[in-house]
């Protein structure tokens, strides 16, 4: 069964956050290549919707929070039962300290 994958609107600023950071610092070919990957990433949820790994740092939470790699990138989802649907809530920068991920959900 296919599910709706839904961005939150912090994740879809972090995408943003991402390919402005990559435009200036790479080129925008670059930025959208990673950006695109993310997306796309986060699209083979659809249909595998526990294949990423829990988020050992957010189990206190009522969410049953799991993440996928690409890159240098953690994307942070939970299956919504109630919307039936895939809520993307994070891309976090693996490159920082790992309690930041506590902070921001």
């Known amino acids: 069964m296919v599910v709706k994958i839904f961005w939150t609107d912090?994740?879809?600023?972090?995408?943003?956050?991402?390919?402005?950071?990559?435009?200036l610092k790479a080129s925008p070919r670059v930025a959208k290549n990673l950006v695109t990957g993310i997306v796309e990433k986060a699209?083979?949820?659809d249909f595998q919707k526990e294949i990423g790994q829990k988020e050992e740092l957010l189990l206190s939470r009522k969410e049953n929070f799991r993440y996928l790699i690409y890159?240098?990138?953690?994307i942070i989802y939970w299956f919504n039962e109630t919307k039936n649907r895939i809520e993307i809530s994070d891309v976090f920068d693996v490159r920082q300290n790992p309690t930041k991920i506590q902070e921001r959900q």
């Open 71 to 74: 890159k240098n990138y953690k």
């Open 43 to 45: 699209n083979t949820l």
């Open 10 to 23: 912090f994740a879809k600023e972090q995408l943003r956050n991402i390919f402005d950071y990559y435009k």
